[in-house]
């Protein structure tokens, strides 16, 4: 090795065929960007020109240049149209292949399909395809119009990935295509993402650039296009001025919903079962339905009974949802659109690859007016090209019928130098010697049948040369005109239009019909009991007789039965400091073992649920306003290492996020054993784990406005003594009841134990025994009957 570092070989000079030293972080840079460079040019956006990426433009080509697949044709299996793609041009899986050829079948997400499908190739309700051994397919009549002029020599040709054949590096398409069709495709640190448009209002957009070249953005959606056209329909939402903002910038949201009716039967109306006939762009029935169903099951919008897809070749999409009589649906499908895919927003990116000044590709996101406009120039070129390869083949053909016009004035004397002729060759050479003729003119005469040089031929012959030399005449007047050249491009839109333009599928709102959701407005009032076991599973009955009867898991036990209505609010406190609000409609109704409460809220580790508190003004007390202090109901809590703490209630009456709202500052080991509504005028008992009872007054313990770590309500005397809970005593026949280590139940009374000042050690209780668990308190259901408002 030299002594500079670099590689040697036995001679003592650098061999550059061994190894090379470079920068780790310049080579992968390099090369990430090379692989950077090929998914966006090669695989993921499309063309501004003809709309298509790579792959597409291969499918089309293999199936419209090799296999002759015309719309007329018969159909092929998709097998041998796959295979012939990945063999001669893609060379990539043919699963990938067959998916693209599958996307251009499928009518309900290409507005003007590319590709006429037999077979299944995937619905609405989000099946897949059958395997491409199974299908067959053909161009459809428009996807033509896109390579019809490839025999015209208009496009740039390239060899293929082996160099055995070539390809076109776009189709010379006869439409705005990625308008028409729009385009998906994800690449490295770009996307696009197009919605289709009319057809019709893409040819009258193009022509209005052609007649006004300085239009803008605002001037072709004021007389051309209005908005996208998704084929499944749908009504566009967004307000006029942002569509256009966002059709300037290139980018932005653009939001479509669903159109409904009321069904009919006849001509009468039928107010229980709305018809969904359109949806969003990109939505599948199948999942929607099933989150309709959802929403049904859960009960979470009680006007809704049923909901069916009854969709068919026949009747179209037909998405039921039957409510009940006398409901509002307005109301049932603002909640629907809230809450489903039935509102949904398409994210417009009009990021594609255009052709800069020297004629490489780059990747720009284009206005509405770009697209166009490099569409145009591209099919001014093609037309331009179309007629330069039409006058070439024409004045080709003249040149020979010039040769058989001369010949024919001189007939003898060249049949004569023909007969005395010793070859062709030997004639060729006579006869440009004789008569004003090139080499070309002298074969083709050579060539001539006999019967063609008979008086009547040669006059068809002549009319052919004039017809031909007027068509010549008329396109080198085209081809030297610009303006007549752009009128050419225009007729030949104009009658594309005609012959595919079609009905327009997507209508066009404003943001005025999205009405400010309100939940409370789509909930009906109902009187309810949420159930909650020791293992904080939670569930919502209608009536609760008695709690015997009440399902739990294996080894649970039902801890609290609270009546509430489904407009009000249930509050859980956890053993950690946290408060969740979760509103009474969103619980599940069920008469099993209901959902984890985890489902609806993050519990931390290890926590578990303390108490829990209904909102409903029927059973907990409305806020009261105090000089001084917050306003009031206050909750009272106790902590296991002794500590107490007043809090309002207020804070927590509104809905939380699943993270909770702190309402207890934990010192380390300490948690949470009691939360519960108390008056000043109460007192309480707290009992420790070693027997040790205080009894003080809940005015003693301080009001905090927040969260906070609150004051001494026991003082432990013993090591790994904890206060177990609290007694809340307002009557004097209230007690305490627990249960000590030798399983005996004991009460204490108010009597024996008088009132003290919080935070002292407390009475012995027992000096033999432990304490341990308090005798929770009997659950007696409430009876709705007993109640104002409860039926």
């Known amino acids: 090795m030299a002594g500079n570092g670099t590689p040697t070989n036995g001679n003592?000079?650098?061999?550059?065929?061994?190894?090379?030293?470079?920068?780790?972080?310049?080579?992968?840079?390099?090369?990430?960007?090379?692989?950077?460079?090929?998914?966006?040019?090669?695989?993921?956006?499309?063309?501004?020109?003809?709309?298509?990426?790579?792959?597409?433009?291969?499918?089309?080509?293999?199936?419209y240049e090799d296999l002759r697949l015309t719309a007329d044709a018969k159909y092929r299996k998709c097998a041998k149209i796959v295979g012939d793609t990945t063999g001669n041009y893609h060379p990539h899986g043919t699963v990938a292949v067959y998916d693209a050829m599958v996307r251009l079948a499928q009518d309900f997400t290409m507005r003007a399909p590319l590709v006429d499908g037999q077979g299944n190739f995937g619905n609405l309700m989000g099946l897949p395809a059958a395997a491409e051994r199974y299908t067959e397919a053909r161009v459809t009549r428009i996807a033509e119009r896109l390579m019809a002029e490839l025999r015209y020599d208009t496009v740039e040709m390239r060899p293929t990935y082996d160099a055995v054949r070539s390809e076109?590096?776009?189709?010379?398409?006869?439409?705005?295509?990625?308008?028409?069709?729009?385009?998906?495709?994800?690449?490295?640190?770009?996307?696009?993402?197009?919605?289709?448009?009319?057809?019709?209002?893409?040819?009258?957009?193009?022509?209005?650039?052609?007649?006004?070249?300085?239009?803008?953005?605002?001037?072709?959606?004021?007389?051309?296009?209005?908005?996208?056209?998704?084929?499944?329909?749908?009504?566009?939402?967004?307000?006029?001025?942002?569509?256009?903002?966002?059709?300037?910038?290139?980018?932005?949201?653009?939001?479509?919903?669903?159109?409904?009716?009321?069904?009919?039967?006849?001509?009468?109306?039928?107010?229980?079962?709305?018809?969904?006939?359109?949806?969003?762009?990109?939505?599948?029935?199948?999942?929607?339905?099933?989150?309709?169903?959802?929403?049904?099951?859960?009960?979470?919008?009680?006007?809704?009974?049923?909901?069916?897809?009854?969709?068919?070749?026949?009747?179209?999409?037909?998405?039921?949802?039957?409510?009940?009589?006398?409901?509002?649906?307005?109301?049932?499908?603002?909640?629907?659109?809230?809450?489903?895919?039935?509102?949904?927003?398409?994210?417009?990116?009009?990021?594609?690859l255009i052709p800069d000044e020297h004629g490489a590709l780059v990747p720009k996101r284009c206005d509405l007016v770009e697209i166009l406009r490099h569409f145009l120039d591209f099919r001014l070129a093609t037309v331009r090209k179309r007629f330069q390869f039409l006058l070439a083949q024409l004045e080709k053909r003249i040149h020979i019928l010039r040769g058989f016009a001369i010949v024919f004035d001189g007939l003898d004397r060249a049949l004569k130098i023909i007969r005395n002729s010793t070859g062709k060759q030997d004639a060729c050479t006579k006869l440009m010697k004789e008569f004003p003729l090139d080499e070309d003119q002298t074969n083709a005469i050579l060539e001539l049948q006999l019967y063609r040089i008979s008086s009547l031929e040669i006059g068809r012959i002549r009319e052919e040369l004039q017809e031909k030399e007027t068509e010549a005449e008329r396109i080198r007047k085209i081809l030297g005109s610009e303006k007549k050249l752009w009128n050419e491009v225009q007729k030949e839109l104009e009658a594309l239009g005609q012959q595919f333009e079609d009905k327009r599928r997507t209508t066009l709102g404003s943001s005025e019909e999205i009405a400010e959701f309100d939940p409370q407005a789509y909930i009906v009032k109902e009187n309810t009991n949420i159930v909650l076991s020791s293992e904080a599973w939670v569930r919502r009955l209608g009536k609760v007789s008695t709690i015997d009867k009440l399902r739990v898991r294996e080894g649970e036990t039902v801890v609290g039965v609270l009546p509430a209505s489904t407009l009000d609010h249930m509050i859980f406190f956890s053993s950690d400091g946290i408060a969740y609000t979760l509103p009474v409609e969103q619980i599940p109704p069920s008469t099993g073992y209901g959902e984890p409460l985890s489902k609806h809220v993050k519990l931390g580790d290890g926590a578990g649920i303390v108490s829990a508190l209904t909102t409903d003004s029927r059973f907990t007390p409305a806020d009261v306003e105090y000089e001084g202090f917050p306003p009031g109901p206050y909750l009272f809590v106790a902590t296991a290492q002794g500590q107490v703490m007043r809090?309002?209630?207020?804070?927590?009456?509104?809905?939380?996020?699943?993270?909770?709202?702190?309402?207890?500052?934990?010192?380390?080991?300490?948690?949470?054993?009691?939360?519960?509504?108390?008056?000043?005028?109460?007192?309480?008992?707290?009992?420790?784990?070693?027997?040790?009872?205080?009894?003080?007054?809940?005015?003693?313990?301080?009001?905090?406005?927040?969260?906070?770590?609150?004051?001494?309500?026991?003082?432990?005397?013993?090591?790994?003594?904890?206060?177990?809970?609290?007694?809340?005593?307002?009557?004097?026949?209230?007690?305490?009841?627990?249960v000590n280590d030798h399983d005996k139940t004991l009460s204490f009374g108010q009597m024996k134990y008088s009132i003290t000042s919080r935070g002292g050690k407390g009475i012995k209780t027992s000096q033999r025994t432990a304490i341990k668990s308090i005798v929770p308190e009997e659950i007696v259901p409430v009876d709705w009957s007993t109640i104002e408002g409860g039926g």
């Not at 070693?690 to 969260?707: C, E, M, N, Q, Y």
């Not at 005397?717 to 809340?728: C, F, I, P, T």
């Open 168 to 352: 076109p590096v776009v189709l010379p398409a006869q439409f705005p295509n990625l308008l028409v069709n729009g385009a998906q495709g994800i690449a490295v640190g770009m996307a696009t993402s197009m919605p289709p448009h009319h057809l019709g209002e893409v040819i009258k957009a193009c022509i209005l650039l052609i007649e006004n070249p300085e239009a803008t953005v605002a001037q072709v959606m004021a007389k051309t296009i209005k908005g996208p056209d998704f084929p499944l329909g749908g009504r566009i939402v967004t307000d006029r001025k942002e569509l256009r903002q966002i059709y300037e910038e290139g980018r932005g949201a653009i939001k479509v919903r669903a159109e409904w009716a009321l069904d009919k039967e006849g001509r009468k109306e039928v107010n229980s079962r709305i018809v969904i006939h359109t949806i969003p762009y990109g939505v599948e029935t199948g999942p929607l339905v099933n989150s309709l169903g959802d929403i049904r099951d859960s009960r979470r919008l009680p006007q809704m009974l049923d909901v069916a897809d009854e969709s068919s070749g026949e009747l179209g999409l037909r998405i039921v949802v039957h409510i009940k009589p006398g409901a509002d649906p307005n109301a049932v499908m603002a909640y629907l659109y809230k809450h489903s895919r039935l509102e949904d927003n398409f994210a417009y990116n009009a990021t594609c």
């Open 647 to 738: 809090i309002p209630l207020n804070p927590f009456r509104t809905p939380s996020t699943k993270s909770g709202r702190k309402y207890c500052r934990l010192a380390n080991g300490d948690k949470v054993v009691h939360v519960e509504l108390m008056n000043d005028e109460d007192t309480v008992f707290l009992i420790s784990k070693a027997a040790r009872l205080i009894h003080f007054s809940v005015a003693d313990v301080p009001i905090l406005s927040g969260a906070g770590k609150g004051v001494r309500g026991l003082k432990l005397m013993e090591k790994n003594d904890v206060v177990l809970g609290a007694k809340r005593l307002s009557r004097p026949s209230d007690v305490l009841k627990v």
């Open 12 to 63: 003592g000079s650098p061999d550059a065929d061994q190894l090379q030293y470079v920068s780790i972080s310049d080579e992968t840079r390099r090369r990430y960007l090379n692989y950077a460079m090929s998914v966006i040019m090669s695989r993921a956006l499309p063309d501004v020109r003809d709309g298509l990426k790579p792959v597409q433009r291969r499918i089309m080509y293999t199936m």
